[in-house]
């Protein structure tokens, strides 16, 4: 019975690989992923759309005002046009950031030899994700928010420059700031996404 019994087979020892070699792989490979892709490509998407929506918003109310207001006095709608473009500005930022953000991502390179994801170290990380999407977010709502903001001053302002001219100054004025919050939303997208 003792000669049935199988000894144990030795174990095959590891391939030759250095440790540190598959040490540094398995960490450059834990640092990416297909998530870090998705996040990025979400951060182009929503700086384009969320500035879109705010562009659109504001065009659309600021010119529903522009064109009630000029029923009464047509003189007054070329000058009182600002808005509109103003609001169409917004659409411009995100459509900068989107690109810058797109363009940022970098595809994956599998090499021949190895499955590693990132060879020699030049992969689009979690970070890289990360950083493409708070930069997108940023633009993005910053732009709604601003749009939002020309559409309802842009609105009740023609209409009240309308019955009394001496209030231009001030609504453009209003205007003003409210484009400043989108420029702040730009600035910060594109120091994020350096």
């Avoid at 977010?137 to 009740?156: F, K, Q, T, Y």
């Amino acid at each position: 019975r003792e000669q049935q019994q199988q000894q144990p087979q030795p174990q095959q020892p590891p391939s030759p690989q250095p440790a540190a070699m598959s040490d540094a792989n398995a960490v450059l490979n834990s640092l990416t992923g297909p998530s870090a892709y998705f996040f990025g490509y979400i951060g182009a998407a929503s700086a384009l759309v969320f500035a879109n929506l705010g562009s659109a918003y504001g065009t659309a109310k600021s010119g529903v005002g522009l064109l009630s207001m000029g029923v009464m006095n047509p003189d007054l709608v070329m000058k009182n046009i600002i808005p509109v473009v103003m609001a169409g500005i917004l659409g411009i930022y995100g459509l900068i950031v989107a690109v810058l953000l797109g363009s940022g991502i970098s595809a994956v390179k599998l090499s021949e030899d190895s499955l590693n994801v990132c060879p020699g170290g030049e992969c689009f990380q979690y970070a890289d994700g990360f950083k493409a999407l708070a930069s997108g977010l940023c633009c993005g709502i910053s732009g709604l928010g601003a749009g939002m903001a020309i559409g309802i001053v842009g609105d009740a302002g023609v209409r009240a420059v309308g019955q009394q001219e001496k209030l231009y100054v001030g609504m453009i004025l209003i205007l003003i700031f409210a484009e400043a919050l989108g420029l702040y939303g730009l600035i910060v997208a594109l120091v994020l996404s350096q």
